[in-house]
């Protein structure tokens, strides 16, 4: 059974840097989600299994960063120039192989992290 174990979330202030942390049980896709408050999940970062390859959504793109362990079978989401709208309960999520941004595509999540950005 795949497991999945997030830290890493908090409360900061604005313009600060956070990082997420997940552990899985094994080397799989990974993928970072979060829901605001109010609104609907929605897609923040994915790796691949194999390549490392990674996607990020266009709303983080360029202070956000996946990145993977592969000792630890850890992977991160490393957050900066954090903005209030980055609040959300944020989600690990993990599939045997990578096959899309949606989260229908990802078969094991995780807890959930609270992470709130006040302004």
């Known amino acids: 059974q795949v497991q999945l174990v997030e830290s890493g979330g908090g409360l900061v202030q604005a313009g600060d840097s956070l990082t997420l942390s997940c552990a899985a049980s094994?080397?799989?896709?990974m993928g970072w989600f979060r829901r605001a408050p109010g609104k609907e999940r929605e897609f923040v970062a994915a790796?691949?299994?194999?390549?490392?390859?990674?996607s990020c959504a266009d709303s983080v793109k360029g202070r956000f960063t996946i990145s993977r362990d592969i000792v630890k079978n850890t992977v991160y989401l490393q957050m900066n120039s954090l903005k209030p709208e980055d609040t959300a309960v944020y989600y690990c999520?993990?599939?045997?192989?990578?096959?899309?941004?949606?989260?229908?595509?990802?078969?094991?999540w995780g807890q959930g992290t609270q992470v709130t950005v006040s302004s």
């Open positions: 094994g080397r799989y896709a």
């Open positions: 999520a993990a599939n045997d192989y990578y096959r899309s941004t949606r989260s229908n595509d990802f078969a094991y």
């Open positions: 790796i691949r299994r194999r390549t490392d390859m990674t």
